[in-house]
């Protein structure tokens, strides 16, 4: 039996084998994993979090403009998946912090006491 999952659609490889990826009007790409209860996991998470979240317009020279446009770089779309979840993860944070904070009103000073802050705190694991 196959369930249909919200917002998770399909690609073909060359070879006839899927791509999964959970795509939503308004939220990044997010490319999912051929496991289907980690996929289903991933997919339910990211739909919450899409549900309550509330989408702001994105401002052109912004801090969530840059990710935006970062998201949409091949060297984005190739990390490999774990790479990406990590990434992902981060770029939530900076987006609820600074989304709409122009590219030109970060410092040097403000990014160095992020990373400082962040020495402290143990790692992140997903």
């Not at 196959?2 to 939503?24: A, E, F, P």
């Not at 702001?56 to 949409?72: A, N």
């Amino acid at each position: 039996m196959n369930i249909k999952m919200r917002y998770v659609t399909t690609r073909k490889n060359k070879d006839g084998s899927l791509r999964y990826y959970w795509q939503r009007k308004g939220f990044p790409l997010a490319n999912l994993p051929a496991d289907p209860a980690e996929r289903w996991r991933i997919a339910e998470n990211l739909n919450r979090d899409a549900d309550g979240a509330v989408l702001q317009e994105v401002v052109d020279g912004t801090i969530g403009w840059l990710i935006d446009e970062y998201e949409k770089t091949d060297r984005y779309r190739e990390l490999a998946f774990e790479s990406r979840r990590v990434y992902d993860r981060w770029l939530k944070v900076f987006r609820q912090m600074w989304g709409a904070v122009p590219v030109q009103g970060i410092s040097r000073r403000i990014v160095v006491d992020f990373a400082q802050s962040l020495e402290k705190k143990p790692a992140v694991r997903g």
